[in-house]
């Protein structure tokens, strides 16, 4: 079954690690690519950035171009090399220049995806891919630059619903991982017993065939963190932000130290 992948790209410093995970992605899961070129110059007035210039303006001495023609310039060549090796490795793809593009146009075509992907150790920085996290209507999937082909699966698991949809969700989308290792890991500072063991033990045995189940005590930031940093190369899904200001404060934070410390890509749903 086709999928649709939202990609989100730095239209004038493309990440290589997300167009090559994306073009792999494709091909592994026969899903379509929707390649959005963001112009983060151009998105700083939609955030009232308080400190407007005309630097823009200004022009290179040396080409005779102002900065906003140069960063056209260089978009298009980016979309140009994405577009050439979408073609070369047989994938469906279109494009989106990001000229129009709002953090509402965002959210309101994630409804109609399968999947967003995006670079982590860039895109967490920018408060408007932030806050689509939170407000996304599909999954993301953010690609470390610190790790290659994913060689395990990390699924933390607190007992609650949003985790184990998180789980779901990612096992359906990614059928072709089923064969990779998988960990099960929960964070207790209270007993050393997985919230309804049974189940969740019967389900994972259904879809994968290798699953170790880790328990261990203490904070579950500092605990996680520490976890992920001594698994490298694994793709780490957890659970939706939440309804509260504080749930959703914790679960940003949280993902910032498993992609920055923990230097893992990330799976997260969102579940309103």
């Known amino acids: 079954m086709k999928k649709r992948i939202l990609l989100i790209l730095n239209g004038k410093l493309v990440a290589d690690h997300v167009v090559a995970a994306a073009i792999e992605m494709s091909v592994a899961t026969s899903s379509e690519l929707n390649a959005v070129f963001i112009n983060y110059a151009l998105d700083l007035a939609e955030y009232q950035y308080p400190f407007p210039n005309d630097i823009s303006l200004t022009r290179n001495n040396l080409t005779g171009k102002t900065i906003a023609e140069e960063d056209a310039e260089l978009m298009e060549n980016n979309i140009k090399s994405f577009r050439h090796k979408c073609e070369i490795a047989g994938v469906a793809f279109d494009v989106e220049t990001g000229k129009e593009t709002s953090l509402q146009w965002l959210k309101t075509n994630s409804a109609f995806a399968d999947l967003i992907l995006a670079d982590a150790n860039e895109n967490l920085r920018q408060h408007h891919i932030v806050d689509l996290l939170i407000d996304a209507h599909c999954p993301i999937y953010l690609v ?124 997260i749903t969102h579940e309103k």
């Not at 099960?184 to 170790?212: A, F, M």
């Not at 698994?231 to 992609?259: C, E, Q, W």
Request: glycine residues 4%.
């Open 144 to 267: 470390s630059k610190h790790a290659s082909a994913v060689k395990n699966v990390i699924f933390t698991y607190d007992g609650s619903f949003s985790s184990m949809r998180a789980i779901k969700m990612y096992t359906y989308l990614f059928r072709n991982t089923h064969q990779l290792p998988a960990t099960l890991v929960h964070v207790s500072d209270k007993n050393r017993q997985l919230p309804e063991e049974k189940y969740i033990r019967s389900w994972l045995s259904l879809h994968y065939r290798e699953v170790e189940y880790k328990i261990l005590n203490g904070n579950i930031q500092h605990e996680l963190v520490n976890y992920t940093r001594s698994s490298p190369d694994s793709l780490v899904v957890m659970g939706s932000f939440g309804r509260t200001t504080l749930s959703r404060f914790f679960h940003k934070s949280l993902a910032n130290y498993i992609v920055e410390e923990g230097r893992c890509s990330l799976f």
